[in-house]
C-alpha cells in the first residue's frame, strides 16, 4: 500500500515538475534529461512512471481534462439558466487557464510541436467537447426558458469556444502577460445579448 502511494506521489511530483518547466520556460522544448534534473531523479527513474515524454503530456491533459469537466457538471446541476452556464462554462476555463500558465502551452498546443499526433487530437477533443457542450446548453434553453439562439446553436457555440481559445493563444504569445480574464466582464456583456431571443419573436 505504502509502495503504491509512494509511486502516485512520485508521478505526481513529475507532473507538477513538467507543468512548472512549460511556465518558466515559454518557448522552450524539454528534455527528459532536465525534467529529471528538476524532480531530482535520474532518466531512469522517470521512466518507470512513465514510458515515454508522450505520456507525461497525456497525464496533465488527463488533469486538465478532469479539473474542467469535472466542473462543468457542477455548474449544470447549480444553475438553470442558459446565459449563466454559457458565462459560468466560459469563465471557468479562462480563470483555469490563467491560474496554471503552463498547462495553456499544452492547451494552446505550443508544447506539443514535434510530439506525438496523439497528443494534438487529445487537445482538439478537449475544445470540441466544450463547444458541444455549450452548443447543448443552447439547444436546451428552448425547452427550459422557451429561448433559442439568434443564430444556430452550432454557430454561436463555435463562436464562444473560438473567443477562450484565442484567449488562451494570446495568453501564451504574450508569455502569460496578457490574463485570459482580463476585458472579460466587457466582452461577456457583448457577446451576452446576441446569443438567444424568445421563441415567441420567431418570426420578427
Known amino acids: 500500500m505504502s509502495d503504491n502511494s509512494e509511486q502516485?506521489?512520485?508521478?505526481?511530483?513529475?507532473?507538477?515538475?513538467?507543468?512548472?518547466?512549460?511556465?518558466?520556460?515559454p518557448g522552450a522544448r524539454i528534455t527528459t534529461?532536465?525534467?529529471?534534473?528538476?524532480?531530482?531523479?535520474?532518466?531512469?527513474a522517470l521512466y518507470r512512471h512513465f514510458p515515454s515524454k508522450a505520456k507525461m503530456f497525456e497525464g496533465l491533459i488527463a488533469f486538465i481534462e478532469d479539473a474542467v469537466f469535472s466542473r462543468i457538471t457542477r455548474i449544470l446541476q447549480d444553475f438553470e439558466l442558459a446565459d449563466e452556464r454559457c458565462e459560468r462554462t466560459l469563465t471557468l476555463v479562462l480563470t483555469f487557464a490563467e491560474k496554471n500558465p503552463g498547462m495553456c502551452r499544452l492547451l494552446?498546443?505550443?508544447?506539443?510541436?514535434g510530439e506525438t499526433e496523439r497528443l494534438r487530437q487529445r487537445i482538439q477533443q478537449f475544445f470540441e467537447r466544450i463547444e458541444t457542450q455549450l452548443k447543448q446548453i443552447l439547444r436546451e434553453a428552448e425547452m427550459r426558458e422557451k429561448k433559442v439562439p439568434v443564430q444556430t446553436a452550432s454557430a454561436e457555440a463555435n463562436l464562444l469556444t473560438a473567443v477562450i481559445e484565442g484567449r488562451i493563444r494570446q495568453y501564451v504569445r504574450s508569455e502569460f502577460k496578457e490574463l485570459p480574464t482580463q476585458y472579460w466582464n466587457e466582452q461577456w456583456a457583448l457577446l451576452s445579448p446576441t446569443l438567444l431571443r424568445d421563441k415567441d419573436l420567431g418570426g420578427l
Open 8 to 25: 502516485i506521489s512520485r508521478r505526481d511530483q513529475i507532473l507538477q515538475a513538467l507543468a512548472q518547466m512549460l511556465e518558466s520556460n
Open 108 to 113: 494552446s498546443g505550443d508544447a506539443l510541436a
Open 33 to 44: 534529461a532536465s525534467l529529471a534534473k528538476a524532480v531530482g531523479v535520474s532518466e531512469a
